[in-house]
């Protein structure tokens, strides 16, 4: 019986690059964490153990770095795109059919010695954990089009009020107590789709400017949605991402539930006025959704 070698890709993963921008005394880092696959015309590879057709993986982690130097790290996206291109244009005899770059980037905010503090307008009761955040990038291309797919995981966010949770089926397994006033919490992962392909009549979205927009986006919903569930509040932060940026076509957010319980102060003869919360790490809901525009057929894949 014959056999068919079906999907198959390689690559070299986990590349720890940190680039150091020297241009000026005020020194600008980039932390990246990238992950190069290939797939192609790989068969005799596999096959008969021919390595004709295959860049070396070592190959593909000395090109990030090179061209860390040589071009600089203007943002994740950017970079991504760049090494794509490369691979899939410029590899000798277009073995490479089509290169996939995942991105993470953890940053690194200055020390402030002196100065004022940051202006802006703080919600009362939504908190974010400062500098936790990743920032994510996958790019994709074919020697035709790109698809870019930017994002975070680890951004714990938090409302102490302003949350509900009732009126949901019971049945004989249901030892859940409806809450009317409960904390809502959660750590979220985001990915979210760009409609630029590349082409040459598009103009490239400023990528750096979008991220901090679209978390900006989730976060404002996040505070200012009065939930009723955590599908709701998932549902009006990919909603208000699409909402006001046009660049981005389709979200996906995974929001593990984060429970916060009240203790049981009675016994100390003390009364918990929703005060004190045992913060449980394990076991936890997980809410997933995808929020895209009307008739384009979501992409990003489930993990």
């Known amino acids: 019986m014959a056999h068919v070698l079906g999907q198959n890709q390689y ?3 986990e590349n720890r690059i940190v680039r150091v921008h020297r241009d000026s005394s005020r020194h600008e880092i980039k932390d990246l964490n ?3 696959s290939l797939s192609g015309a790989f068969e005799d590879v596999h096959r008969t153990g021919s390595n004709a057709n295959c860049l070396p993986t070592d190959t593909a982690k000395n090109t990030v770095y090179a061209f860390a ?3 600089g790290i203007d943002s994740a996206e950017a970079f991504g795109i760049l090494l794509a291109r490369h691979f899939v244009d410029d590899t000798e ?5 089509r290169a996939r770059i995942r991105i ?3 940053a690194w905010d200055r020390i402030r010695t002196t100065g004022p503090e940051e202006q802006g307008q703080e919600a009362g009761h939504s908190f974010v954990r400062s500098g936790q955040e990743v920032r994510t990038a996958e790019i994709g291309y074919d020697g035709r089009s790109l698809q870019v797919i930017s994002g975070l995981k680890d951004l714990v966010v938090l409302n102490s009020t302003d949350s509900e949770f009732w009126g949901y089926l019971k049945d004989g397994y249901t030892t859940l107590q409806e809450a009317y006033d409960r904390i809502l919490a959660t750590q ?3 990915r979210w789709k760009y409609r ?9 979205p400023h990528w750096d400017r979008c991220y901090a927009q679209v978390k900006r986006q989730l976060l404002e919903a996040f505070a200012g949605t009065y939930s009723y569930s955590l599908q709701q509040t998932l549902h009006a932060m990919g909603t208000h991402v699409l909402d006001d940026s046009a660049e981005v076509d389709e979200v996906r957010l995974e929001l593990p539930n984060k429970h916060h319980f009240l203790v049981d102060l009675a016994p100390f003869g003390l009364k918990n006025d929703n005060e004190v919360y045992y913060a449980a790490d394990r076991m936890y809901g997980l809410i997933e959704g995808t929020v895209h525009r009307e008739g384009v057929v979501p992409v990003i894949p489930v993990v």
Do not use: F, L, N, Q
């Open 196 to 204: 630029y392909t590349g082409r040459a009549d598009e103009a490239e």
């Open 104 to 106: 993470e980037e953890y």
């Open 188 to 190: 979220v992962t985001a």
């Open 69 to 71: 130097k040589k071009y």
């Open 93 to 97: 005899r277009g073995v490479v059919h």
């Open 34 to 36: 990238i992950s190069v």
């Open 11 to 13: 690559g070299k993963a």
